[in-house]
């Protein structure tokens, strides 16, 4: 397999040099050098199609997903992308929304090329309900649907051309890496650094706020919500607790785009908001997972204080969160209490059966916690991350074979949202002694997290381990249709190359 390491290389070698001053990311390694903008060939004559933005998008989110800000929760991932959709789903015209959260304090979101939608923590924790928080990632969908980010994208400036640089060695990455997956371009943090900085224009700004407004009312939400958050955040820096800079940097308040706000809110006032108690425990999880990224006080002493003030799903969330915090840092005993408080509250939430599992599992019982899993996950059948714990414990229980039972109706349902489903079934495969399933699936896994090189390997090992006509054939279509998409980014990031 050929190696592109050295374009790989030289580009991530000019996106440093070049990010290091302008953001001021930290210490530059040895080897970066002061440069000029990089050299990208017939970059400017890229045309950003559909397909490609989406490719590029994959591709810097095959990265993101390794990198140590992502917050890689199945709970929070299904929440935000279920949010998403159902903002995107009325009339925005976006056919695929991936909304993610970022560990990182300050108050910021952003939308990268490809419907791939990134809000930092800081934001969440800073939003008073969920209408506020459905204003942001509706604003961020309105970009995307007026395709705001792919003509931003097509610009030749220089952080345009910066931010498809790093896309493209992103991409590059994937091309090239025979298997390894630790082997990525490194240029998330940086791309998302770089676009969370960068401002649309004011009519481009007022668009995304008119067709956000109308998604929110559709679905439901109080359009009021986007007014209250994009006026605090303006009004206040008290709540950007980081360094970064703020979503209200890029998004000012003038006085004309606040009355259009309020007018078109007013318009369409919604009789009874929509607010879900998962909103809330998403909420507390965030603030457990944000500290240590965070100069704010301990996390468990504000959700103590927040489950003392507030009674029901609240109170109910915020103990929740205390209890995971406690676990987090070794505190069974401390975490089962609190655990306990939230479950007295009355509210029945799959985030709680998920962590009663977990609970019992550090006590050392896992009999109670596969009981706790499969109890919850007959209780909550849609949720993913309890159907995940589901067949871990079953896996820690030896129960290979009634885990793959359970892994593989949800992977077909769910395995583009969830790739670790597809690996892990491929493992239980692999401890049952059924290596053609166990490569298909792990194929399946590394083509859906943007490893492309390492699913054709898998395939071709599967198509040699089989004997049967049919999955002969269908391997033999896998195996080309994966060649040709290697071509395919091989070709594209061929552009990049002088
Ligand atoms: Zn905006």
Redesign the pocket.
Known sequence: MPMRAPVITRLRRCVVALLVPALLVGAAPARAQPAGLPDLGDTAAVELSPRLEQRLGEAIMADGRRDPTYVDDPAIRQYLTTLGRDLAARGSGVASVEVFAIRDPSINAFAMPGGYIGIHSGLVLSTQNESELAGVVA?EIG?VGQRHVARRMAQQNQSSMLLLGMMAAALAAAAAGAGDLAQGAAVFGQAAAVNSQLS?SRDA?RE?DRVGLQMMTAAGFDPAGMSSMFGRMAQSGRFNTGAGPSYAST?PMSIERMSDMQNLSRASAVQAPRQSDTYWFVRAKLAVLQSGYSRAADPVGMLRAEASSHSGARAAAAHYGVAYGLLQRRDPAGARAAWQQAVAEGVQHPMLDQLGAELDLAENNVAAATQHAQAGAARWPQDRALAITEARMLQRAGRDAEAVQKLEPRLEQWGSDEPVLYRMAAESLARLGDPVREKRYMAEYYALVGALPASLIQLQQARAATHEFHEQSVLDARIAETKRRIEDDRAFTQKFER
């Open positions: 604003h970009h649309f700004e995304a998004h």
